[in-house]
């Protein structure tokens, strides 16, 4: 059975910063997927943020371009997202989703990134 916990998140403050945890197990081949980072505020749509693919090609949406990082530990089967320079913009529900090489996709259950003073 194939399980996606996130953790990580929580409040800070405006040019703070915190990290986010994708762990996924019964995914075999974790290194072989590709894993999304995306972000939902209250009222608005689901937005794409990060990708990180099976090596080590990342690429970011604008918003978060230069503050953000993606990084993953195919041993832990983990993926991190590394959030710098908060703003209050970036307040959302923060989801990862695993894509494997059998083009399953697994979402984590979300958590909470709240940015304010």
């Known amino acids: 059975q194939v399980q996606v916990v996130q953790s990580g998140g929580g409040l800070v403050q405006p040019g703070g910063s915190l990290r986010l945890s994708c762990s996924a197990s019964g995914i075999v081949g974790f290194s072989s997927s590709h894993a999304d980072w995306y972000r939902q505020a209250p009222g608005t749509q689901r937005e794409w943020v990060a990708t990180r693919a099976s090596g080590s090609y990342t690429t970011y949406a604008d918003s978060v371009k230069g503050r953000f990082r993606v990084t993953r530990d195919n041993t832990m089967n983990t993926v991190y997202l590394q959030m710098t320079s908060l703003k209050p913009e970036d307040t959302a529900v923060y989801y990862c989703?695993?894509?494997?090489?059998?083009?399953?996709?697994?979402w984590g259950q979300g958590t909470q990134v709240t940015v304010s003073s």
């Open positions: 989703k695993i894509r494997t090489s059998t083009r399953s996709e697994y």
